[in-house]
Structures are given as structure tokens and as C-alpha cells.
T-cell receptor, first 114, second 109 residues
């Protein structure tokens, strides 16, 4: 079974631009979560989607948004990029929504904002 | 607010030595705790969760509510245990995980 895939793997953007990252979950998984990982703040939860609905949201500004499609694929968007948005963005999928379900992580998208 | 603290950024031991990676948390309710591991050039993956009370790859972790700790232990470290380890907490009422900053474990031959 193929793992979680994220595209693109690397991205360089300029301050003020916007970016869209994509995540394809493991086949059959319906829940997708997004995380931001930085040396300064560590691994922080962004949001989780299940059945095309955002179920939980972390403490991030409204510039960070996401969505999930009917095939469970998910995208996250960051508008008006700031230098501090440079990070590794991880996506994780699980069978369903809830703490009982193990999350499987993708390789991440490395975003650099210049 | 919930918080997870991993006091050691780096833990260096020799093969065969016991290992204890510390994790302390602050949360007033009933938390669920997890350990995740990331081996070199691999993805982050779940190692174990406290509710399962299982031993994975020789690692165990016991939730101590009195000391608010969830330390990860292994009696005899192996070189292949070298990795980054993250402790994570989910509060009883939400599914939002809080991660510690991680401890890098290096096991020398």
C-alpha cells in the first residue's frame, strides 16, 4: 500500500506570495492532519480534516487554511507569506477521525520563504 | 494550556546500556500520551501509546500521573535505536496533539 505523498517536496517562495501544498493520504484513509515543523517551535498542529470538514484547528493565523476533497486528498494554503513561514510542512493521514486511529506521516514539504 | 517537555535535546549512550528518554507534561485532565520516532531519512512514525501498554522494539513507557511523566525506557540500547524521539500529548477532550521538542538518541557501538 502506498504511503502518504506530499507535493511538492521543496518550494521556494518570496515574501507576500501565497503557496498551496498538496497531500494524498493512504488509500482508504479519510482523515488528514497538517503540521508545521520549525527549529524554533518544533512540531505544531495546524488543522485536521475529515469528510471534507475541518474538525480541529491549531493556533495559527487565518493566513493558513486548508481543504479536503471528496477523495480525501487535502491541500493547505498559506497566503501573504512571511519569512517565519519557512518550515517543513508535514501531512499525516489516518483511517478516521479520533485518537484511536494511528497517524501515518508523509515526507513533508520544505518551504523556504525569501 | 497543555505542554510537553523533553528536557534533553541529545542523549548519547553506548550499545547495551539502558536508555531513558524523559517526557514531562502539564495537563490538568486525563491525557493520552504517545511516543513517535523518526529514524534517519525516514518518516515520523508512531512508536507506542500509553493506553496500549505494549512494548515496541523493546521500548516501554509508563504513564505516571503523580509525576506527570511518560518516560520512554529500554534496558539495552541497540545502534539501530539511534533516532529522534518525540513525546506527544492529546488532551481528554480534544484531538489536537501537542508535541515535545524531541530528543536525539545516539547509540554508539
Amino acid at each position: 500500500k502506498a504511503g502518504v505523498t506530499q507535493t511538492p517536496r521543496y518550494l521556494i517562495k518570496t515574501r507576500g506570495q501565497q503557496v498551496t501544498l498538496s497531500c494524498s493520504p493512504i488509500s482508504g484513509h479519510r482523515s488528514v492532519s497538517w503540521y508545521q515543523q520549525t527549529p524554533g517551535q518544533g512540531l505544531q498542529f495546524l488543522f485536521e480534516y475529515f469528510s471534507e470538514t475541518q474538525r480541529n484547528k491549531g493556533n495559527f493565523p487565518g493566513r493558513f487554511s486548508g481543504r479536503q476533497f471528496s477523495n480525501s486528498r487535502s491541500e493547505m494554503n498559506v497566503s501573504t507569506l512571511e519569512l517565519g513561514d519557512s518550515a517543513l510542512y508535514l501531512c499525516a493521514s489516518s483511517l478516521a477521525y479520533g485518537k484511536s486511529y494511528e497517524q501515518y506521516f508523509g515526507p513533508g514539504t520544505r518551504l523556504t520563504v525569501t | 494550556a497543555q505542554r510537553v517537555t523533553q528536557p534533553e535535546k541529545l542523549l548519547s549512550v553506548f550499545k547495551g546500556a539502558p536508555v531513558e528518554l524523559k517526557c514531562n507534561y502539564s495537563y490538568s485532565g486525563s491525557p493520552e500520551l504517545f511516543w513517535y520516532v523518526q529514524y534517519s531519512r525516514q518518516r515520523l512514525q508512531l512508536l507506542l501509546r500509553h493506553i496500549s501498554r505494549e512494548s515496541i522494539k523493546g521500548f516501554t513507557a509508563d504513564l505516571n500521573k503523580g509525576e506527570t511523566s511518560f518516560h520512554l525506557k529500554k534496558p539495552f540500547a541497540q545502534e539501530e535505536d539511534s533516532a529522534m524521539y518525540y513525546c506527544a500529548l492529546m488532551s481528554g477532550g480534544s484531538y489536537i496533539p501537542t508535541f515535545g521538542r524531541g530528543t536525539s538518541l545516539i547509540v554508539h557501538p
